[in-house]
């Protein structure tokens, strides 16, 4: 399981290497900029949440009720589909999106990177 420190570290480098990218005396790369600044968003959620010294045992267990979730909302999809497939044009990614799938991943992504499986 990661620590406060070890999320602040690698914080640190993220920002370092954003800087490095911006003030690189050549243009920069757009995507690596934007990745970049995601990834420390992200660092910092996962240090605010560690700041509040959560168990593993509490971690491993919401890792697996999202994962649980997310299989029993996909499960639904086919009969979903059934209803609502001829108004969207990309049907899978509107019912992840009113299923709030992406959310659950963000967050199981999240308790991933806690756990060190990431």
């Keep these: 399981m990661k620590t406060v ?42 240090k605010t949440y560690l700041q509040c010294n959560p168990r593993e045992e509490y971690l491993k267990g919401e890792k697996d009720r999202i994962e649980k979730r997310i299989e029993s909302i996909e499960e639904k999809y086919l009969t979903w589909a059934q209803w609502n497939a001829t108004r969207h044009k990309e049907p899978r990614d509107a019912f992840e999106k009113e299923m709030g799938i992406p959310r659950m991943k963000t967050q199981l992504e999240q308790l991933k990177v806690i756990l060190g499986e990431l």
């Excluded at 290497?17 to 995601?38: A, D, H, I, P, T």
């Design 5 to 46: 420190r070890q999320v602040e570290k690698e914080i640190k480098q993220k920002a370092e290497e954003l800087s490095e990218e911006l003030n690189g005396g050549r243009g920069y790369n757009k995507r690596r900029v934007s990745l970049l600044k995601n990834k420390i968003a992200t660092l910092k959620q996962i």
